[in-house]
């Protein structure tokens, strides 16, 4: 069931283009079709010079977040079906990161930003005597579960407000990869984290504008994640 | 034009799972850089699902010498069992620094880490499935990706990300190190290195359908080829049994270690004819084979070429009575879909995303995806490098993860034991190589060190024929799926082989459109088709010549396995007039004789 589908595409290419600009593509393709279907498409038949960045094509590497008809999205869980593809669809780069080439932008900020948090795991103590693995319940477990799934696309971050305006706010993608360690039973650099957190490009620069939790792939639940994050600052209590 | 140098003991090709843990040990004792293509959590190895094996018995009784023999097993004999016997007896030390470094598996009610079955992964008393694949939900292998890149970050490793390994340098028959085009600007570097390690991954991308990321392009077996050195048993690919129809995407074979079970058409569970012991958890090159048969015969669902993967509560509650499954306190198995959503949260995302079937209320449509190399560059258990049939060493290189064959998975893996052989392998190279380095010296680097990348790279975009990458691409992966898949014949594969010779030949006329220097990933695609079309030759041209069926080379001109005279492993080289040579070496026996497999 092959359709006609226009994708308005925000180009920019450094060594020709001094200001992005909008192109059209129409190609045919179905309803279940992904945006990097079409993206594949249109570089393969029509121009090979559109650039963006993909690799698993399913959802879990991270690399394909762009801005699908406005909202954070990553174009390989994106399916036309889910579009109205009666109208144009527009992909753009997403926001708040230098562009680099059309759907491209660096992400170095986003990483470094990242690194600020103390993203790894940090205990100290002797292991095990046998060598075996420490104990965790499946309750201390599940504490921290949906903040493992993060894949650092940057939906999160790049679709927040705060960061627009100041790359220097760690944005939520940092707090969800810090909370993953603050509330695992097994880490012991928590305080030092939420001291990280407390500062100034840290989660009261939040304001709750939930953009980043609509724009998550992998749906976690970022606002709450960075709610408890601050609860866990001010009470100095992780439960 | 400028060229930038740059000089480290180590230099680590891949920041996927073998290449990040042969980073954390390099980095403790020799400078090591880490150039990949991708972001280091980009790679593949976040994609993989159900588990690592390792007998830690954590569940029911286990042992590593029960690994080692089902590892055996399911290489139909042609893995080399001094290094199967290494991986699996290792594996628990492994998975316990995996966890130390804070990897967060799943737990089991006493805290520790929760172990799920697998295919061909079995008590050998009792020949029952057996819980040894540690596990984090579904996604194991992004938490294994996740964890080694963060401890990275913990220690500091200096990367080079979104940097393309173009090719490799020798001087004086050793490793010097590699060339590489920064993407974001086009750039040439040249790292000067006294130990290189190869870890870029596998080439799924050969295949029409596919579970594999765009990024599985051989770049490295394809590199290795081109400096005259071979590749081993590249005619062992496997295609993993469930791979969502059409797309390819993966679902995990612990869909079926949770119960679920494969219908046909007809409402069977086919797989009790296949394998009547351990049924839906064979090995996978029984299962695909299966379900080509199944579908073949005229039961796939409404005559199509897919199968319905059944993980529904009802469905699963009805076969673990009929098979009798127990809970580890002796209760009957039985699941909620609560317990379904717990376990395979990923999965059902992917369904209802890309399906939009729900996988606790309907079925699952699925076909065999091409998934994973068992072959691929020839090295030792310490990772180095083979440059022949004699096992000479090539000093300084190192290989691990999928693109090596030490071999371990021989002509079929066993699932789970992927992640195993990245972590154990990457380590071993990591401490190899350093060591190595410890007591080499720097090559002299010679003037002309990235002159074949650039001519290579001025090639494809001064080509101004009529072809393009799309078209040749296309029509590779439809030929190796139809001709060089499950099921193969000595006129389909000789057919496909002069299909990929002429597609090399026509890749000399493709015309690119983007001439530019940022980021130019137009050029970059029709560099990893070259590789890919490399990859495809020389994996028809050593199943062309292995007149057996053994693991994932199926033959239905040559239906049985013939150890009398293909018990060896495949060595293939390209020549410089571009012939395809083969030669053979011996699979390392110790404790298995080979014998009949049955499951």
Redesign the interface.
Known sequence: MLEKVTLKILRY????DAQPHYERYTVEAEP?DRILDVLEKI???Q???L??R??????????CAMRINGRNRLAC?T?LKTLDTSKEITVEPILGLPR???L?V??TTF?DNY?KV??????DEP?PED????????E??AR??DT?????CGACTTACPTFWADNSYVGPSAIVNAHR?IF?S??RAAAERLKILAGDSGVFRCRTAFNCTEACPR?IKITKAIAEVKRAIITGRLD | MSIKTHQYEVVIVGAGGAGLMAALYASKKASTAVISKLYPSRSHTGAAQGGISAALGNIEEDRPEWHTYDTVKGSDYLGDQDAIEFMCFKAPELVYELEHMGLPFDRTPEGRIMQRPFGGHTNNETGKPVRRACHAADRTGHMILQTLYQQCIKNNVTFFDEFQVLDLIMVNGKAAGVVAIEIATGDIHVFHAKAVILATGGWGRVWEITSNAYAYTGDAPAMILRKGLPVEDMEFFQFHPTGIYKLGILITEGVRGEGGVLINDKGERFMERYAPHVKDLASRDVVSRAMYIEMKEGRGINGQRYLYLDVRPETVNKYAKIDGRTNPDGTPYQVTAEDILRKLPDIIDFCKTYLGVDPVKEPMPVQPTAHYAMGGIPTNIKTEVLADEKNTVVPGLYAAGENACVSVHGANRLGTNSLLDLVVFGKEAGIHAAEYAAGAQFEPLPDDAADYARSQLDAILNSKGNERVADIAKEMKHEMMDKVGVFRTEEGMQEALDKIRELKERFKHIHIDDHGKVFNTDLLTAWELSNLLDVAEITTASALARKESRGAHSRDDYPKRDDQNWLKHTLAWRRENGEIELRYKPVVITKYQPKERVY
Request: proline letters at 5%.
């Open positions: 290419n450094p060594e020709k279940t570089k393969a038949y121009d090979g010079t650039t963006f993909r690799s698993c094509a399913h959802g879990v590497c991270g690399s869980k399916l680099v080439k059309d491209i660096d992400m990483f690194k103390m993203p790894y795991f940090i205990n292991l060598g075996r693995e420490r104990l965790q319940s499946p201390e477990r921290f579960d493992t799934k993060c894949i650092l360690f695992d097994r880490d749906e």
